[in-house]
């Protein structure tokens, strides 16, 4: 070969690697957020729940063993770099997690951090196998029984990234509280730089679109996280955050299922900072809720911890289900989809429409659980997924981004849907 051809080819080769380093050399971090269920301890504080004080109700050294065990299979398996807890009593549980993930396999969480507001039965922390930087709490109420919000600080690549964990109050409250922590929260994050990156995550007792449900909502109107699509992130520089809910279709967009009412009370909201394609930004698509087998009873019902009869039966996993994503040091991609037209119902049957499209009017015929039968007058289709806010015989605009044929029939099942009118 001659020679003036290696070197073309040598020249070459540097010329690549210092063109497209970042896609060479690019960190990638997996980031969870997990409710535990109550992760207590054997010594007794005083400020136990009363199904966990020690030795009573079968709360024994053995079986905190086995709840240890199990929520460390699920971690193992979850294997992310960074994981926020919800519901751990205090740094010593927090520590028997850790000595449990390393028995079980895990021995990379090293690190650690957990809010420290005295008289309060449970906290929020943090596990990471990669170095914390610092950690302090967001004082939520000096009193009462609001839970501090953690914020951690890493340093990727060389420049910081913050860590929200948050567990607001329980959906047995008033949302007027849940506002409180969100206020907190939003006050600290005003006082961070623009260009600042930052993650919420955790457990917020709030759906993706809580304020249909409730009027104005802490995650919805406090941190401005309303339903914005992921195209709306891009350059944007106002405060605001996308819920990586919306990233699934609306029949999976749930963590917790109470008797049936399935939601997304655990969440990861995330700024424009991570999608501007500098420092750390999202993996589109990387989110996900880790939902294995074992995690369900044999007849379908969430494998929550055993407790019956005033006694702990030493099985089981947690009401929640764990969420996670990924993020990157290499850019954002922004896929460009097709701008939204206008079509009909026997357009998105017959096919003669691309996808986003615009249905203008349609009324609902009737119901059944999550799906709803609409029609424009000329053709009839089910929408599948809907809220409760839904009603029969009322007149909505829909926009539809995605379909499929279910028992040979058309179902629309990614869509906003708004009542005409309002």
Known sequence: MPTFFIKNIFSFLIFLLFIFPIFLYSIKLKIASYNVENLFD????????????????????????K????????????????????????????????QSLKK???????YSAITDKKSIAIHVALLSKIPIKSSSDIVVKRVGGMRNILEVKFIIDGEPLYIFVNHWNSKRSPESKRIISALALKKRLL??????????????????????RVGKTGINHILNCMLFREESMVKRIDFRHYNLWLELLPYQRWSHNFYGDKQGLDAILLPPTMFDGKGLDYLDNSFGVFKRNYLFTKK??????????????GKGYSDHFPVFATFSTAPYKFKKKNPMVNCSIADIIN??????????????????????????????????????????????????????????????????????GN
């Open 42 to 65: 054997m010594h007794h504080d005083k400020t136990e729940y009363l199904e966990y004080i020690p030795n009573r109700h079968n709360w024994t050294k053995k079986i905190l063993e």
């Open 67 to 98: 709840k240890l065990r199990n929520i460390s299979e699920v971690i193992c398996e979850l294997n992310a770099d960074i994981i926020g807890l919800q519901e751990i009593e205090n740094k010593n549980s927090l520590r028997l997690l850790q």
């Open 300 to 313: 379908g019902y969430v494998n929550r911890w055993h407790y019956k009869k005033k006694r702990h039966m």
């Open 104 to 110: 079980y396999g895990c021995p990379d969480y090293r």
């Open 191 to 212: 006082g961070l730089k623009k260009e600042s990156e930052y993650l919420l995550i955790g457990d917020f007792n709030s759906n993706y679109n809580e304020y249909k």
């Open 351 to 420: 096919k003669n429409t691309s996808l986003p499209c615009h249905l203008k009017s349609v009324r609902v015929l009737n119901r059944q659980k999550r799906a709803v039968s609409v029609t424009d007058k000329k053709s009839k289709i089910i929408i599948y997924g809907v809220d409760n806010r839904i009603k029969e015989n009322h007149l909505y605009e829909v926009d539809v981004y995605a379909t499929k044929i279910y028992k040979s029939r058309f179902e629309i099942i990614d869509f906003t849907m708004n009542l005409l």
